[in-house]
C-alpha cells in the first residue's frame, strides 16, 4: 500500500452519471428481469425506511430518485472502500463500485476481482476479472446480458483520469451545483425536472428565453442573487 495518499470513499459525480446510464432512472415502480417491484435507479427498497418497493407505490421524481440512489450508494462505497488497497483511483473507485451495486457488497469481496486489483490494479487480466461476471437469469436461464456493462466498467476502471472530456464533465457538474445553490435547490449537480423547472421559472421572471439552458446571460442574472 501507498503511504500519503488520499482514500477514495465515494463515488464521483462522473461515476454516479455512469452507474445511472447503466442502471437505467424509471420513476415509476417496475418490475426487473427477475419480477421484482423496482423503482429509481436500480432500488428494490427504499433506504429511509427499509421499505420493500411495492407495484402500487407512488411514482418519485427525478430529483428524488437521485437523492435515494446517493444514500444507497453509502452502503456499496464502504464495501469498496474498506477491502481495496489505498492507492487505487477515482475511476477505479467508480468501476468497482458500479461492479458491486450489481453484484452485491458479499459478492465483490469473494470476487477474483477484488484479489487482482489488490494484487496490482494495473494488471491487464483485470479486464478478464470483470467480464467473468457478465452472466444474468431471465426467466430462469442464465444469459451474458450483462456483457456490454462489464466492459464499459473495465473501460472505465482503466480509463486516464485526466481527460479532456473529464475535466468539461467536472466544469459542467460544478456550474449545475452553481445553479442549484443560487436558486435554493438540492444541490447535487444532477439537471433533473426540478432544477429544469425552476430554472425556466427564473428565466420567464427575468424576461430570459426560458428553454431551461445555463446561458450567459441566465448565469449573469443568477450571480445578481
Same mark, same amino acid.
Given at each position: 500500500?501507498? @503511504?500519503?495518499?488520499?482514500?477514495?470513499?465515494?463515488?464521483?459525480?462522473?461515476?454516479?452519471?455512469?452507474?445511472?446510464? @447503466?442502471?437505467?432512472?424509471?420513476e415509476h415502480p417496475y418490475r426487473?428481469?427477475?419480477?421484482?417491484?423496482?423503482?429509481?435507479?436500480?432500488?428494490?427498497y427504499y433506504p429511509d425506511s427499509?421499505?420493500?418497493?411495492?407495484?402500487?407505490?407512488?411514482?418519485?421524481?427525478?430529483?428524488?430518485?437521485?437523492?435515494?440512489?446517493?444514500?444507497?450508494?453509502?452502503?456499496?462505497?464502504?464495501?469498496?472502500?474498506?477491502v481495496t488497497r489505498d492507492d487505487?483511483?477515482?475511476?477505479?473507485?467508480?468501476?468497482?463500485?458500479?461492479?458491486?451495486?450489481?453484484?452485491?457488497?458479499?459478492?465483490?469481496?469473494?470476487?477474483?476481482?477484488?484479489?487482482?486489483?489488490?494484487?496490482?490494479?494495473?494488471?491487464?487480466?483485470?479486464?478478464?476479472?470483470?467480464?467473468?461476471?457478465?452472466?444474468?437469469?431471465?426467466?430462469?436461464?442464465?444469459?451474458?446480458?450483462?456483457?456490454?456493462?462489464?466492459?464499459?466498467?473495465?473501460?472505465?476502471?482503466?480509463?486516464?483520469?485526466?481527460?479532456?472530456?473529464?475535466?468539461?464533465?467536472?466544469?459542467?457538474?460544478?456550474?449545475?451545483?452553481?445553479?442549484?445553490?443560487?436558486?435554493?435547490?438540492?444541490?447535487?449537480?444532477?439537471?433533473?425536472?426540478?432544477?429544469?423547472?425552476?430554472?425556466? @421559472?427564473?428565466?420567464?421572471?427575468?424576461?430570459?428565453?426560458?428553454?431551461?439552458?445555463?446561458?450567459?446571460?441566465?448565469?449573469?442574472?443568477?450571480?445578481?442573487?
Amino acid at each position: 500500500m501507498k @503511504e500519503n495518499v488520499k482514500r477514495k470513499t465515494k463515488m464521483s459525480d462522473k461515476g454516479i452519471q455512469f452507474l445511472v446510464r @447503466e442502471e437505467g432512472l424509471v420513476e415509476h415502480p417496475y418490475r426487473d428481469s427477475a419480477g421484482i417491484p423496482t423503482i429509481g435507479v436500480g432500488m428494490t427498497y427504499y433506504p429511509d425506511s427499509g421499505k420493500k418497493v411495492q407495484m402500487s407505490d407512488p411514482a418519485l421524481t427525478f430529483d428524488q430518485c437521485i437523492v435515494y440512489l446517493r444514500e444507497m450508494l453509502k452502503t456499496y462505497e464502504r464495501g469498496v472502500y474498506e477491502v481495496t488497497r489505498d492507492d487505487i483511483n477515482q475511476d477505479q473507485f467508480d468501476a468497482l463500485t458500479s461492479f458491486t451495486y450489481n453484484i452485491g457488497v458479499a459478492g465483490f469481496r469473494a470476487s477474483t476481482l477484488l484479489k487482482k486489483v489488490n494484487a496490482n490494479p494495473n494488471d491487464p487480466t483485470i479486464e478478464k476479472a470483470f467480464l467473468a461476471y457478465s452472466g444474468a437469469r431471465v426467466d430462469g436461464v442464465k444469459k451474458p446480458i450483462l456483457l456490454g456493462r462489464r466492459k464499459r466498467e473495465a473501460s472505465l476502471f482503466f480509463s486516464k483520469q485526466v481527460t479532456k472530456s473529464s475535466n468539461q464533465d467536472d466544469v459542467h457538474t460544478q456550474q449545475v451545483k452553481h445553479v442549484q445553490s443560487k436558486l435554493g435547490l438540492t444541490v447535487d449537480g444532477v439537471i433533473g425536472t426540478r432544477t429544469r423547472s425552476a430554472l425556466i @421559472e427564473f428565466q420567464k421572471l427575468k424576461g430570459l428565453i426560458a428553454d431551461g439552458i445555463i446561458g450567459p446571460q441566465t448565469l449573469a442574472e443568477l450571480n445578481l442573487r
